[in-house]
């Protein structure tokens, strides 16, 4: 277990400073890119916790697309090499509560769902036992059964957002 | 099957030791393989354009790349005063670490039949002879080939000039596009094979020749992935990223010295890596008839052999095609390979699901098709529609990248 928690507090370090630096840095490519890291270092973390197919996810679509798609519009737009003075809002404090706040709800669900439960230990489970409880299987499982209603409104929304998307990009 | 037997006994340093080998193997294959691969590209263009290619260094200019190498080496280093240093110094990895990643999870030998599972004994450890087998291997192969874009998009924003950018931004299109139809032909072999691990992919493969996955899942997902591969490996006809012609050189302008050589050591990396998966994925990977001998031999001779039929392919077409307009290619991804792939991923859970309830086989065929041939056919009279309701001139809208930055 001793490994685990050096490797965790490894990752846990990166990914905040990574995200500081997201909205220190002052270029934008930059920020992007420091987006990366802090993702990189949560699907890291899903590693850890044997959540391969989660991990594996996170690096696909939102290293894969998401960030691509954000670096391709700031490409497509304003590719500014160096430092932009224009990046900075008063908004700051307005941003620091609702950190604060998402911090503290997401704090206060963990400790009143989980409390002092520990996960239980890998020592004795064997690999099968392992790929049927968490394996991609037992996800793709989960979803269609358990979680099939909320599984097909995201599918909507999605649809919903795609077609608002070409509607607004379409000009005539 | 549950993964590489190597770690089923705890941990140790013999398990290291093999581990750290099996990479430098598997390194070395990789990075000697780009030397001849190079030397091969070269020879073959040359002698389908009736030229001699390199014969100056080494036996049939075979030193060539060798000498090209340290000559990179010793160039000056160049870095262009506007370029985003920390940036521009990066790029070039982000390049050649996927393109070596995605290779650890090909098997490049192994004996699947006869009861085997494909292990080979290693020092009294069973292993597989692939460097990794991670239970989400398909997803990992997608997820390598989305951060390779990272090094052409990162590369061309950096060097802070203008050729490089244009090229980084059609490379990003051009990937993100075809990831997509990628991703979705490979669904249809997962399907068929019931796992996301290479190894077992292979394993499932290992019968007669009608389990190859080509055969199995009737070519179309292997035709898309073949297009969407070349695509994602900016390989000819679709090397609009760095169009010669048009953007000097693209992403990779305002490189020089070895930064350069490491973008063209992944370029061909991808290469030989793309076509071990293809074979791996669809081809059965080392899976072929023993003639005599012991069987292991003959597994890595027939991975080696569909590899070479592949690598000679992917230089024939660059030799053959021109290259696609930037609109032709985005139709060709968008509006045929993720439909038709997409589609055939249909028919097969259709065919498939009609096989686990036990219904009439030729009636699920049949019934399957012609669904699959009626939304095709409305898919391409939707398009028809929209066209003609735009106003109807013969090549569309030109895509947004091209037509606002070019």
Known sequence: MIAQNIAFAILALVATLAALRVVTTRNVVHAALYLVVVLASVGALYVLLAAEFVAAVQILIYIGAIVVLFLFGIMLTRATIGVESDLDNDQRWIAAITGLFLLGVLTFVLVESFGDDQLPGLAGVSREELTAQRGTGAVGDAIFSTYLVPFEVISVLLLAALVGAIVLARRD | MTGDPLFADGFDWVVLAILVAKAVIGFTIVVVGVIFMIWFERKVVADMQNRIGPNRAGRWGLGQTLADGIKLIFKEDLKPDRADKPVFRLAPYLSVVPAFLTFTIVPIGGVFTGGNDGGVELFGRRTWMQVADPPVGVLFLLAMSSIAVYGIMLAGWSSGSKYPLLGSVRATAQMVSYEAALGLSVVAVVLLSGSLSTHDIVAAQAGSIFDWNVIATAAVPFVVFCVAATAELNRPPFDLVEAEQELVGGFHTEYSSIRFGMFYL????????????????????????????????????????????????????RATLPRYRYDQLMDLGWKRLIPLSLGWLLVIGAISIGRDAGWNRPLTLVGAFSLGVISWAALIGAMRVAKLRRGGDEFGELSTATERVG
Do not use: Q, R
């Open chain 2, 266 to 317: 992944a370029e061909f990396m991808n290469t030989i890596t793309m076509s071990a998966i293809i074979v791996t994925l669809f081809l059965g990977g080392p899976a072929g008839p023993v003639l005599f001998g012991p069987p292991l031999i003959w597994g890595t001779l027939w991975f080696t052999l569909k590899l070479l039929v592949f690598l000679f392919i992917f230089v024939w077409l």
